[in-house]
């Protein structure tokens, strides 16, 4: 079964603190991606990656960055959390080419103080 | 820019009442329409991709359709397993964006 596994399903940090998130997935996906989840705004695009090494950003990347060392994994970096950055972080992978069907993980909520 | 709108944003059903949720989206050029499923503490499950106006996909009571301005989903005699939040989502034909953008979705409850 497709798996796309995120390391922490609950996580607080203090303001100004460095946080990774991590996302691995079994799948062999070209395809990754990084979304954050808010009440009433849905899904947002953080960052993406096509390739290893490769990465793109979505329609929020401020505040954030990312890492894509090996296929199937992919980080997300806060580098000074703040508290606008509270939010439920989504994982998801996608084989590429013209399949564009998400994977997703079971998200991580950060909690920021 | 790339919009994709849900409506109602809650709809409360009793069991058997059938209703559908809709979707429009305004995108320079539509790719591909995805329903997505997402139950709480869980993230987004895939249900259908459309491709073209007049299509339609089905599985068990759920049925989307799609014309060239929004889609819907129509659930027929729903069960209660069938409360969840449901996520309408587009990619466009712009080829350098390979991501999907999603709506803010519609909170389904099915009351037995």
């Known amino acids: 079964d497709v798996k796309v596994t995120q390391s922490s399903r609950y996580l607080v940090k203090r303001t100004g603190e460095k946080v990774f998130l991590e996302c691995v997935q079994d799948m062999d996906h070209e395809n990754m991606f990084w979304y954050r989840q808010d009440p009433g705004l849905g899904l947002r695009l953080i960052y993406f990656?096509?390739?290893?090494?490769?990465?793109e950003k979505g329609d929020i990347p401020e505040g954030y960055s990312v890492s894509r060392e090996k296929k199937e994994r992919f980080s997300l970096i806060l580098e000074s959390a703040s508290t606008n950055q509270t939010s439920m972080y989504l994982c998801?992978?996608?084989?590429?080419?013209?399949?564009?069907?998400?994977?997703f993980g079971s998200g991580t909520q950060l909690s920021v103080l | 820019e790339d919009q994709v709108t849900q409506s109602p944003e809650a709809l409360r059903l009793q069991e058997g009442e059938s209703s559908s949720l809709n979707c429009s989206y305004t995108?320079?050029?539509?790719?591909?329409l995805f329903w997505y499923r997402q139950d709480p503490g869980k993230g987004p499950e895939f249900l259908f991709t459309l491709y073209s106006a007049g299509e339609e996909k089905e599985k068990e009571r759920l049925k989307a359709t799609l014309t060239k301005k929004e889609s819907f989903l129509h659930i027929t005699a729903p069960k209660p397993e069938d409360s969840a939040t449901y996520l309408c989502?587009?990619?466009?034909?712009?080829?350098?964006?390979?991501?999907?953008?999603f709506g803010s979705g519609t909170r389904l409850q099915v009351q037995p």
């Open positions: 989502a587009v990619t466009t034909l712009d080829t350098g964006r390979r991501a999907l953008t």
């Open positions: 995108v320079s050029g539509l790719r591909g």
């Open positions: 998801a992978s996608s084989p590429g080419g013209t399949n564009e069907k998400l994977f």
């Open positions: 990656s096509y390739d290893v090494k490769m990465k």
